[in-house]
């Protein structure tokens, strides 16, 4: 089944914004392709971003194919005013991805700027967050929590190879032999024969033998030495350190009535004090605006209950940073510091 392809349009201030949101689209499995961004002529967003071809004018007429004025009017503004419009083509499946990434880099709301423009108001330049309307049936968000599971194997780390062989080495001994000769002599004699000379003279045989000892060598095989093979088994103990993740779910109350929003009494006095605080720095108020609202979001937050600000400052530093990456904590701590204090009743001077 072929997915539907929808297109999401957001403005933002300048190009190195527009920047910013096409490198983590395409972090998060946009392909480059689908994202188009359209600037105004003097800007230079073309020596970084491709712009759409045909132009500003080509774009909003394959965008607007009816001619519908009221509605690319305000889009056709915010690039003459001198933001960067981007356009995603996306399909069903991806959508939840784009608008999540298009919150996390505050996205201007051309709607309630034009309305301003029509009051005779400057536009505010603050962005609207993408939101979901819920039906009767409900939605379900999945928590979902890691669990770490540790098991054992076996590995081969090696051994011992054992060789028994027949080896032959010469030997010497030396042993002395005993040997026998007879020995036969003549001796002259000069006496008168006597009655047992004459006997010896008759038929006699003499037989003396000779005997020699020659080496004998006899083999006796005897066990000198024992070489053992066994193998024994030892347990250890070790530590497996690895990191879970799981899901967090938020919940924040949403105010009822007509004033809930940007023109509510927290964000008048969110722009009081930024025109008290940095009003003499030139930057505007929709740079600011994000830090105020976040520390008013985290003081009301179940997770800081009981908790100061200097309590908590080390996690709302991390989790910042993580939500808005084009921003630093130690430019917007103070408009945090205040978000946080109106929710929770203190001013500044008063132990944290």
């Known amino acids: 089944m072929a997915s539907t392809q929808s ?15 096409v490198n983590d689209l395409v972090s998060h499995g946009i392909p480059r392709q689908d994202i188009h961004v359209e600037a105004n002529a003097d800007d230079d967003l073309g020596t970084r971003l491709t ?17 519908d004025t009221a509605e690319r009017g305000p889009y056709e ?86 060789y028994a062989r027949i080896v032959e080495e010469p030997v010497q001994e030396t042993v002395r032999l005993r040997e026998e ?4 002599e003549r001796v002259p004699a000069d006496r008168p024969a006597g009655p047992g000379d004459l006997e010896a003279g008759q038929d006699k045989v003499i037989e003396v033998q000779e005997y020699a000892e ?13 070489v053992r093979v066994a193998k024994e088994s030892a347990q250890r103990t070790e530590t497996v350190r690895d990191s879970v993740r799981h899901t967090e779910v938020d919940v924040e109350q949403i105010p009822g009535g007509a004033t809930a929003g940007a023109g509510s009494s927290d964000d008048a006095d969110f722009r009081r004090d930024f025109d008290t605080r940095y009003g003499a720095s030139g930057a505007g108020y929709d740079t600011y605006a994000p830090a105020y609202r976040y520390g008013s979001e985290m003081a009301g937050n179940p997770q800081y209950r009981g908790k100061s600000f200097a309590e908590a400052e080390n ?34 001077g008063q132990p944290q």
């Open 7 to 21: 297109t999401v349009l957001a403005v933002f201030r300048s190009s190195d914004e527009a920047q910013a949101v």
């Open 51 to 67: 712009p759409h071809e045909g132009g500003a004018g080509g774009w909003f007429q394959s965008l607007f194919r009816d001619n």
């Open 77 to 162: 503004a915010a690039v003459q005013q001198g933001h960067v419009l981007l356009r995603v083509d996306a399909p069903e499946t991806q959508l939840d991805t784009v608008g999540d990434v298009l919150d996390r880099h505050s996205p201007i709301d051309v709607h309630q700027d034009a309305a301003r423009s029509a009051e005779g108001a400057p536009p505010t330049g603050t962005s609207t967050p993408r939101t979901t309307t819920v039906g009767d049936a409900g939605q379900t968000i999945p928590v979902v929590e890691e669990e770490i599971q540790v098991g054992t194997r076996r590995i081969l780390r090696g051994g011992v190879r054992v």
């Open 181 to 184: 000769h007879v020995r036969v």
């Open 214 to 226: 020659e080496p004998v060598v006899t083999k006796q095989a005897r066990v000198v030495e024992e």
């Open 315 to 348: 996690d709302l530093r991390s989790d910042y940073g993580r939500r808005y990456p084009n921003s630093t904590w130690d430019k917007m701590k103070d408009s945090v510091r205040y978000g946080w204090d109106r929710v929770t009743g203190r001013t500044k």
